[in-house]
């Protein structure tokens, strides 16, 4: 079995790449990366994974893509439909704007459509969780999660809070967040501010 993100972001940043590297690291080598055309993010992306250029559409024809916008949860039992699972390499908008449907899912002639619940997972939870249950068998109300995660960053005299409001699976109580996404956002707070400093100034 496999699980495909189709790179749909404009531009490959930071924050996608933490997510895209962490999504490899627990697909445990049944990663591949579509839609990746451009001869830097080809360079730099198959250090983690494969990649192709062509769309998981015309590659998978007959994958299962996990849309949020679909009514069908993802079961175990999908496997038998197929084994190559698309999920959107797309970073979460607040609230959701159903891109996946119009980027991902509206390029299959005859999608076969799949959801994760009604919370919008990060691309690496979203692989996470799909793991869990075509290649181990899990249900989806097996796997605990958690709405909306606080991260507290604290510079000097001042203290920041970032909010992520999407959907995180648990692993022993904690959220699936990389420790290099943590220390990436807490890194960019304190720049923005140091630079909103020096306009001030």
Same mark, same amino acid.
């Given at each position: 079995?496999?699980?495909?993100?189709?790179?749909?972001?404009?531009?490959?940043?930071?924050?996608?790449?933490?997510?895209?590297?962490?999504?490899?690291?627990?697909?445990? %080598?049944?990663?591949?990366?579509?839609?990746?055309?451009?001869? &830097?993010?080809?360079?730099?992306?198959?250090?983690?994974?494969?990649?192709?250029?062509? $769309?998981?559409?015309?590659?998978?024809?007959?994958?299962?893509?996990?849309?949020?916008?679909?009514?069908?949860?993802?079961?175990?039992?999908?496997?038998?439909? $197929?084994?190559?699972?698309?999920? %959107?390499?797309?970073?979460?908008?607040?609230?959701?704007?159903?891109?996946?449907?119009?980027?991902?899912? $509206?390029?299959?002639? &005859?999608?076969?459509?799949?959801?994760?619940?009604?919370?919008?997972?990060?691309?690496?939870?979203?692989?996470?969780?799909?793991?869990?249950?075509?290649?181990?068998?899990?249900?989806?109300?097996?796997?605990?999660?958690?709405?909306?995660?606080?991260?507290?960053?604290?510079?000097?005299?001042?203290?920041?809070?970032?909010?992520?409001?999407?959907?995180?699976?648990?692993?022993? %109580?904690?959220?699936?967040?990389?420790?290099?996404?943590?220390?990436?956002?807490?890194?960019?707070?304190?720049?923005?501010?140091?630079?909103?400093? &020096?306009?001030?100034?």
């Amino acid at each position: 079995m496999l699980i495909v993100i189709e790179h749909l972001e404009p531009e490959l940043s930071k924050w996608l790449l933490i997510e895209y590297k962490h999504a490899a690291q627990i697909a445990r %080598g049944n990663l591949l990366i579509t839609n990746v055309c451009d001869k &830097n993010e080809v360079a730099i992306l198959e250090k983690i994974a494969r990649t192709r250029c062509e $769309s998981a559409s015309q590659l998978f024809p007959r994958a299962i893509v996990l849309d949020p916008s679909s009514t069908e949860l993802l079961s175990p039992s999908d496997k038998e439909i $197929s084994d190559v699972f698309v999920i %959107g390499g797309i970073l979460g908008d607040h609230p959701p704007r159903g891109r996946t449907k119009v980027l991902l899912t $509206s390029k299959f002639s &005859n999608p076969v459509a799949r959801s994760l619940g009604d919370g919008q997972y990060s691309i690496d939870g979203a692989v996470y969780v799909t793991y869990k249950v075509v290649f181990e068998g899990l249900r989806l109300s097996d796997i605990p999660y958690v709405d909306g995660v606080k991260i507290l960053s604290r510079k000097g005299f001042f203290e920041h809070e970032i909010y992520l409001p999407f959907r995180y699976p648990l692993i022993d %109580g904690k959220p699936l967040i990389h420790p290099e996404l943590l220390d990436y956002l807490k890194g960019r707070i304190v720049v923005d501010e140091q630079r909103l400093l &020096n306009k001030e100034e």
